[in-house]
C-alpha cells in the first residue's frame, strides 16, 4: 500500500495536537520577550526528539518516559514561579513608580525547549508505532501537522504582541504551572497518558492557574509616594 490515509491522519493529527501546545509557549514567550529566538528555542525542543523519531524511531521509544516527563514537570514549575513572581512586580511597577520594562527571564526562553522537547515527546510515542506500519504516510502526516502548527503561529504572532506586557506574563505561567501540574500527573497516574482525552484536562488547568496568577499578581498595591526634594 503505497497511502494510507488512516496512517496519515493519524500522524498528521497527534503533531498537529502536541506541536499546537509548544506553539502556545511559543507564542506567549514571544509576545512578552519581543524575541523570535522564543520560536527558535521551541524548535530546538520539537527537533531534537522528532528528527530522531523519524530516522530511528525504535531509540527514542527506549527513552524512559517517566524520567523525561518528571524532568519537564520540574523545570516548568520552577519558572513558571518565578515568572508569577515576575508578573507581580511589573504590576507593582506600573501601579506605582511608572511602567518600565523589565528584562525577561532568559531562564525561561530555555524552559521553551523543554516545552518543545516534552511535546513532541508525546506524538513521538505515538509516531514510533506509526511509521513501521506506513514510513511515507506518517511521514507526510507529520509534515502536514507541522505546516498547520507553523502557519497557525504565524498567523496570530501579530495579534499577541498588543497584550500588555503584565497579562501576557501572567498567561505563560499559567501555560508553565498547567504543563507541570499535567506532567506530573501523567507520572503519578500513567493510565491519564493513554486516554485520548487526556490534553484536554489542560483547558480547566490553565483556566486555574492563569486566574490564581493574576489574582496573585494584581492584588492590591499600596501606592508609594516620593518624599519632598531636599532644598539645595
Request: proline letters at 3%; hydrophobic letters at 55%; a positive charge.
Amino acid at each position: 500500500m503505497f497511502f494510507d490515509a488512516g496512517i496519515f491522519l493519524a500522524a498528521s493529527g497527534i503533531t498537529t495536537l502536541e506541536l499546537v501546545e509548544a506553539a502556545a509557549v511559543g507564542l506567549a514567550l514571544y509576545a512578552d520577550s519581543g524575541k523570535a529566538s522564543a520560536f527558535i528555542y521551541v524548535a530546538a525542543g520539537v527537533l531534537v526528539v522528532l528528527v530522531p523519531t523519524i530516522l530511528v524511531g525504535g531509540l527514542v521509544s527506549a527513552l524512559p518516559e517517566l524520567y523525561v516527563r518528571l524532568f519537564g514537570g520540574v523545570l516548568l514549575l520552577y519558572f513558571g514561579l518565578r515568572l508569577t513572581r515576575s508578573a507581580r512586580r511589573s504590576v507593582v511597577i506600573s501601579k506605582t513608580t511608572g511602567f518600565r520594562s523589565e528584562a525577561f527571564e532568559k531562564g525561561v526562553m530555555y524552559t521553551g525547549f523543554s516545552v518543545g522537547a516534552v511535546e513532541a515527546f508525546e506524538a513521538a510515542i505515538v509516531l514510533v508505532g506509526l511509521l513501521p506500519e506506513n514510513f511515507a504516510s506518517a511521514g507526510i502526516g507529520i509534515m502536514v501537522g507541522t505546516v498547520i502548527v507553523v502557519i497557525s503561529t504565524y498567523v496570530l504572532k501579530t495579534q499577541v504582541r498588543k497584550v500588555k506586557q503584565a497579562n501576557m506574563k501572567v498567561v505563560v505561567a499559567g501555560l508553565l504551572l498547567s504543563f507541570s501540574t499535567f506532567w506530573f500527573g501523567e507520572t503519578v497516574f500513567p493510565l491519564l497518558s493513554e486516554q485520548q482525552a487526556s490534553d484536554l484536562v489542560l483547558i480547566p488547568l490553565f483556566a486555574v492557574f492563569a486566574s490564581s496568577v493574576y489574582w496573585f499578581a494584581n492584588r492590591r498595591v499600596t501606592a508609594v509616594h516620593p518624599g519632598p526634594k531636599e532644598q539645595q
